[in-house]
């Protein structure tokens, strides 16, 4: 019997981080213990592998890196010149026959399933390490070739100037960080956020914290604009604080993926959610982490198709980092959150 390499999110869990990627094998257990988790497939790291194999690139690929010599400590244009030779290679390979069937074959399934014809997908990079910021994702992508070219694009990200960078002057190999790929259904995102069991800052375990932005995610976990922010009791579910942003930007569909845009007006210094939507994050959010035995950093979004609570979409979890400083108040726990962006993406 062939390897598997290609899996629907509920067939993942955590043992499978290092087939995966870390990305989808969460999102595997998120969709275990029951949360709502857009249903989506993820590709294997030995889909990659194969696609390599298959076309002969991993050859082209060495002998590009070879003819640099040593990388260490190399100029910014050695890098770039290599990245774009690496990415170029990946990006504008044909997907072996084999490869396009299978992908062809689970994405026309998700659109049975949703019921929707050329369904909008994200398609995110799935690493087995943490490279925060390092790899490309791409959202709203619809239609089976558009599919298929991004996950070239994903695969190829791991070659960015920055990623070969990095590997170079940590010893690393150049070819290295294969990635998986997941592809789950796009959430059409009135509001989109993150959630900390633990305020990140300080180490209260007591708290937890939200940020949240109209629109998509990537609104929030750029860091580029200002977000509101809650601090919720952990114990009694009790919103303690809050600071509703001045929120000019936010990151909405567009024909081409997704994009900025500038905010309405008279939605700017509203708050995204109503108390019942962060009083449910937070239910949920302590709830994982509970189960799960460790503080958590998780992402979410609000569906606007649907009514609340069934609008509430779980996208990941990890354990949660803390940062070694202390604040006083709880208003200065969400203004340094909101100013730092300690967690990284």
Known sequence: MSKQIIFWFEELGPE?????GKKCANLGKLTHMGLAVPPGFALSIDMYLEFLQTTGLGEQLGSYVQACGDLKGASISVYEKLSTQLRDAIETQEMPPKLKELISSYYAQLCEKTGIDDLAVSVRSA???SRPGMFETYLNVSGIDDVLAKVRQVWASAYTPRAIAFRSNKGLPVIGDELGV?????????ASGIAFTVNPVDGDASQILLEANWGLGEGVVSGAESVDGFVVNKNTL?????HIGNKTKYVIFTDQGADWADMPEKLQSVSCLSDEEVIEIARIAKDTEARLNAPQDMEWAIDQDLP???SLFWLQTRRAKVAAKKIETASEHIADLLAKKLKGF
């Open 16 to 20: 499978h981080n290092d087939v995966v």
């Open 127 to 129: 690493g087995t390490q």
């Open 182 to 190: 997941a592809i789950p259904k796009m959430v059409n995102s009135r």
């Open 238 to 242: 009790e919103i303690k604080d809050r």
């Open 308 to 310: 609340f609570p069934e």
